[in-house]
């Protein structure tokens, strides 16, 4: 299972790649927004920072609605870096744009997936990633997971190489419960991944242990 941060804050980015379990990054408007990143030209720069600052793949979103919108940003985007992928969201255009970029080996992230039909749809235009918003699914009583279920089920059917990257994960037990369903990648909060590492026995385990070393020296 590959680790994605959620996230445009390079500290928190820096922090989980120190870390060496990080796989990539996924970034939106809206993250980048919280940041206090705003205009185009700052915008681009803070991806190449953040391409700089770790090994992986790195979401960029396009902001355009259109076809050739899409493509026009979408191929600044992946000249920025080797390591862009170009996030094109789910709606007609996108598809078509996810086909022409798929055509030209440009990796691809569908972005608001919240049904298996969208899924399907975004495989066989070639993306290589989707992205399901498990999160804001769950936010509308509506079970997040369970979209990851059965996009897996359909992917593994047909041998889609799509890679299932489950998003707007929210906290620790999202991210284990994607990997027993069998996400290809997680994409989620600095706190969600540490939230992993955590448990009391570990650490009333450690004290006694180090407790035990000091009495014998
Ligand atoms: O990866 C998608 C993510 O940024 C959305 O998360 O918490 O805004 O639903 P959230």
Same mark, same amino acid.
Do not use: W
């Given at each position: 299972?590959?680790? #994605?941060?959620?996230?445009?804050?390079?500290?928190?980015?820096?922090?989980?790649?120190?870390?060496?379990?990080?796989?990539?990054?996924?970034?939106?408007?809206?993250?980048?927004?919280?940041?206090?990143?705003?205009?185009?030209?700052? +915008?681009? /720069?803070?991806?190449?920072?953040?391409?700089?600052?770790?090994?992986?793949?790195? @979401? =960029?979103?396009?902001?355009?609605?259109?076809?050739?919108?899409?493509?026009?940003?979408?191929?600044?985007?992946?000249?920025?870096?080797?390591?862009?992928?170009?996030?094109?969201?789910? +709606?007609?255009? $996108?598809?078509?744009?996810? /086909?022409? #970029?798929?055509?030209?080996?440009?990796?691809?992230?569908?972005?608001?997936?919240? @049904?298996?039909?969208? =899924?399907?749809?975004?495989?066989?235009?070639?993306?290589?990633?989707?992205?399901? #918003?498990?999160?804001?699914?769950?936010?509308?009583?509506?079970? $997040?997971? @369970?979209?990851? @279920?059965?996009?897996?089920?359909?992917?593994?059917?047909?041998? #889609?190489?799509?890679? +299932?990257?489950? =998003?707007?994960?929210?906290?620790?037990?999202? +991210?284990?419960?994607?990997? /027993?369903?069998?996400?290809?990648?997680?994409?989620?909060?600095?706190? =969600?991944?540490?939230?992993?590492?955590?448990?009391?026995?570990?650490?009333?385990?450690?004290?006694?242990?180090?407790?035990?070393?000091?009495?014998?020296?």
């Amino acid at each position: 299972m590959k680790f #994605f941060i959620d996230t445009a804050n390079l500290n928190q980015i820096k922090e989980a790649q120190d870390l060496g379990v990080l796989d990539g990054v996924t970034t939106n408007p809206s993250l980048m927004a919280k940041e206090g990143i705003t205009g185009a030209n700052n +915008i681009l /720069k803070h991806y190449v920072d953040i391409c700089e600052a770790v090994e992986g793949d790195v @979401s =960029a979103e396009v902001i355009s609605v259109d076809f050739q919108g899409m493509v026009k940003e979408g191929e600044q985007l992946a000249s920025l870096h080797p390591q862009i992928v170009v996030k094109i969201p789910m +709606i007609k255009d $996108g598809i078509k744009a996810l /086909k022409y #970029f798929s055509d030209l080996n440009i990796k691809t992230n569908c972005t608001l997936i919240f @049904s298996v039909g969208q =899924a399907l749809l975004a495989a066989k235009a070639g993306a290589t990633f989707v992205s399901p #918003f498990i999160g804001r699914l769950d936010d509308i009583s509506t079970d $997040g997971l @369970s979209l990851i @279920s059965e996009i897996r089920e359909i992917y593994d059917n047909y041998a #889609f190489e799509t890679e +299932i990257l489950a =998003a707007s994960i929210r906290h620790t037990m999202h +991210i284990i419960d994607c990997a /027993k369903i069998g996400a290809d990648v997680m994409t989620g909060p600095l706190s =969600a991944i540490m939230g992993l590492l955590k448990h009391p026995l570990t650490d009333s385990g450690l004290k006694k242990f180090l407790e035990d070393y000091k009495k014998g020296n």
